[in-house]
């Protein structure tokens, strides 16, 4: 073994708290590289099993949908741990300046003292890498097993699904991903060692030997110390020096701490308005279950008009509908709402007169035009017509109007009136220009429109009408025996609309479906739990390796300096001052870490909340919560840590100390 091989190797022995952290950090940082290759591998076998080798029609879009996040992912990683293990490098190559100045003496070239630290950096890889790809592996096969149960539960949903899928990830042991992990991994820490080596292989041999080369002065602010030493004491006003002097040793704590917090508010933010948008996808009904049918369309532009249109294959008349409805009802003679919608065939122009100043201020909001507004046709069954007919106050066979819209405004869901009492008169126009005026013999309020007809980001104009043909009916149902009405609603839906076994979606030109209604926000939400689950997990590994580089960083810069605190000890200072002293270091490291990493994240949870609020009514909520558990964990990380690393301290002798050259 080379001479400077064997200079790394005992390097390593002597200091073995660090070099296990060290250790730990490149095994979490290889572990996240290849649980992240692992699953594209895996990713794509699915895929491979689904739709053939080459993706068939849409191969690049599949593809990029592995590939982008995980080369994202493989950049937040490699440059979180090369930050890690840079300091730890930086550290080791800053405590040997003596060696490092006496070899130069000796007769030591520049390349044998960067090949010393180079060599650090090749013994950690060699233990650090293959536990990290073992415990990798293990990772990845944590986070399938946890994806397919996830996967099984939409599986079992099915049937209120497109298709009928059945989704499934397998494990699949790479060698090529193994291979990148390794590549990566060893290349992180070759180059995070890299320049640490070379600041040491370039310092002046005299200012090695005296130990100096790594201290630089600087100007301090003599008000702020004292005003630190006003509130803090002595021991204060020492601990803000020590940081500015150490602020190299400092910097990779501030920047691994800062990073776990702003990690931890996003997600904690991410997390919470995703539970509100799960409160906002359930429906306020007293049904439990939902039978529905729908047209295929086709979307294009009149070449009369020259306006969008949509054209439906199989549109469903109501008269037909009515008969499903009596036909879902004879099941077990409980009630069945009936409701068919078309949305996308007429506008209808409104004068200001009969606007309400609610629903101008809102048509400004959303950019709309009062001469122009989108109606959404609405028909029901018989029976609840009839009740409609009556809370309006009108003869059966009316148009109603429903007098309420909602709207998202910045993230919160407003609520108007839109029209006055005077609107009696519409013009329904169609994108062929053809038009059919009709006459409103009543309104319905806010407040006596039923559930079922409550939605968010409805047209602008609702009208009821006793008959329709529209695009899609929706059967609410209430049955006492849900599986057994949910298999006799499905094999009524059939017979109504038969289509050939094993058809694609809207390949007959129309879908029927019949689903649980609390089943339809769960397979809804899967995905934003299937994504949250995996983010967390992800944030976890990397604050667990900032973790290492804070206990690294703060335990070898109280072990460092053993000697200096045995000199302070010398002159009169306790043994409780040099706790209050390092103590007071923690806390201005941990407030440092939190003035920069809270307004960050708050920053980036709002930025996160934008879009969101721009198509769902979730507004922006500070996350205290989040904020004070930081706050907590911070301060009790860095204390910890310090007190834990002083204790190793108490049982050396002050001469033996002084007399050392490094008090270890």
Not at 9 to 31: D, E, F, G, P
Not at 352 to 380: C, F, G, H, Q, R
Request: aromatic share 8%; with cysteine.
């Amino acid at each position: 073994m080379k001479i400077t091989a064997k200079m790394a190797y005992s390097q390593l022995k002597v200091n073995r708290s660090r070099t296990l952290w060290a250790i730990a950090a490149i095994a979490l940082s290889t572990a996240l590289t290849t649980t992240v290759c692992s699953f594209v591998a895996s990713g794509n076998a699915m895929i491979v099993g689904f739709l053939g080798a080459d993706y068939g029609e849409y191969g690049s879009a599949y593809m990029g949908m592995l590939l982008v996040p995980a080369i994202l992912f493989g950049i937040i990683i490699v440059t979180m741990s090369v930050i890690v293990i840079s300091n730890v490098f930086r550290i080791s190559a800053g405590e040997r300046i003596s060696q490092f100045g006496i070899l130069k003496c000796v007769g030591a070239t520049e390349k044998q003292i960067m090949e010393s630290v180079l060599y650090e950096g090749i013994f950690l890889s060699a233990a650090g890498i293959p536990a990290g790809l073992v415990l990798g592996f293990g990772f990845t096969a944590a986070g399938i097993g946890i994806a397919n149960h996830y996967l099984d539960e939409l599986n079992a949903l099915a049937h209120i699904m497109i298709t009928e899928i059945h989704l499934h990830v397998t494990f699949v042991l790479s060698w090529q991903a193994l291979l990148i992990s390794c590549v990566i991994s060893f290349l992180a820490v070759m180059y995070s060692a890299r320049r640490p080596a070379r600041k040491a292989s370039r310092i002046v041999a005299a200012e090695s030997a005296r130990g100096s080369g790594n201290i630089t002065v600087k100007h301090v602010n003599r008000h702020t110390g004292e005003w630190i030493q006003r509130i803090f004491g002595s021991e204060g006003a020492l601990a803000a020096k020590n940081i500015k002097r150490n602020h190299q040793n400092f910097r990779a704590t501030f920047i691994a701490l800062s990073a776990g917090i702003i990690l931890f508010i996003s997600l904690g933010s991410l997390s919470s308005q995703a539970a509100r948008l799960e409160d906002l996808m359930k429906a306020n009904v007293k049904e439990t279950v939902l039978a529905d049918y729908i047209s295929a369309r086709q979307r294009g532009v009149n070449e009369k008009t020259g306006k969008r249109e949509s054209i439906y294959l199989r549109p469903i008349e109501s008269e037909r509908g009515e008969v499903i409805t009596e036909k879902l009802k004879a099941y077990d003679g409980n009630g069945v709402f009936g409701v068919g919608i078309d949305s996308e065939t007429y506008q209808s122009a409104v004068s200001n007169e009969d606007l309400t100043s609610e629903m101008k201020e809102a048509l400004t909001y959303e950019n709309l035009s009062a001469e122009e507004l989108p109606v959404e046709i609405t028909t029901l069954d018989h029976e609840n017509y009839q009740k409609l007919c009556e809370k309006a106050g009108v003869d059966y066979g009316s148009i109603i109007l429903l007098n309420q819209y909602s709207y998202n405004k910045d993230g919160e869901e407003t609520q108007v009136t839109p029209y006055r009492s005077s609107l009696k008169h519409l013009v329904l126009t169609k994108a062929d220009g053809s038009r059919e005026e009709i006459v409103i013999e009543g309104m319905i309020e806010a407040e006596e429109v039923p559930e079922e007809l409550i939605h968010f980001n409805v047209s602008t104009i609702r009208l009821v009408l006793p008959e329709a043909t529209v695009r899609g009916y929706s059967w609410y149902c209430a049955p006492e025996d849900v599986d057994g009405f949910i298999a006799y609603a499905d094999d009524v839906l059939k017979q109504e609309f038969p289509e050939e076994e094993n058809a694609s979606y809207m390949e007959a030109g129309f879908s029927t479906r019949v689903y649980r209604i609390d089943d339809y926000v769960k397979v809804m939400n899967i995905s934003i739990v299937l994504i949250l689950v995996f983010m967390y997990s992800f944030v976890a590994i990397l604050m667990l390796i900032g973790f290492t580089n804070v206990v690294s960083t703060m335990t070898t810069n109280v072990l460092m300096r053993s000697q200096e605190f045995a000199v302070l000890q010398s002159v009169g200072m306790t043994p409780e001052g040099l706790r209050k002293m390092l103590n007071f270091e923690s806390l201005l490291c941990s407030a440092k870490s939190l003035a920069i990493g809270v307004p960050i994240g708050v920053v980036l949870t709002w930025l996160m909340n934008k879009p969101i609020r721009k198509m769902y009514p979730i507004q922006y909520e500070l996350p205290w919560l989040m904020v004070i558990l930081c706050m907590i964990g911070v301060f009790a990380i860095t204390c910890g840590i310090t007190n834990l690393a002083l204790r190793r301290l108490s049982s050396q002798n002050i001469i033996e100390s002084i007399r050392s050259d490094r008090g270890m």
